[in-house]
């Protein structure tokens, strides 16, 4: 009869420290599984970031003048507007 107590004993010990893995392994997932929603956050904000900034070059592209600045120097004038 002692044996058969000691078995239950160990077997509810076995069990109490499997909830406690499987609690931890849950933490560990649902830590994983928010890091990987932060990440594709992150990822999708910066293709939409990267998309914008490709349009406004675009823009600035079409929109600036084809001349030079009025501060640069004519090519005429050499290196220096002299």
């Known amino acids: 009869m002692v044996e ?5 004993e160990d077997l509810a010990m076995m069990k109490g ?3 406690a893995r499987d609690a931890f392994i849950g933490m560990l997932q ?7 929603e ?4 992150y990822t999708t904000k910066i293709s ?13 592209s079409i929109e ?7 501060h640069m120097p004519k090519e005429e004038d050499g290196a220096f507007g002299i």
């Open 4 to 8: 058969i107590e000691k078995l239950k």
């Open 17 to 19: 420290e499997l909830k």
């Open 38 to 41: 932060k990440f594709w956050d």
């Open 30 to 36: 649902k830590d994983k599984q928010d890091q990987f």
């Open 48 to 60: 939409e970031q990267s998309r914008q900034l490709g349009r406004l070059e675009e823009r600035l």
């Open 64 to 70: 600036a003048p084809h001349e030079s600045y009025p």
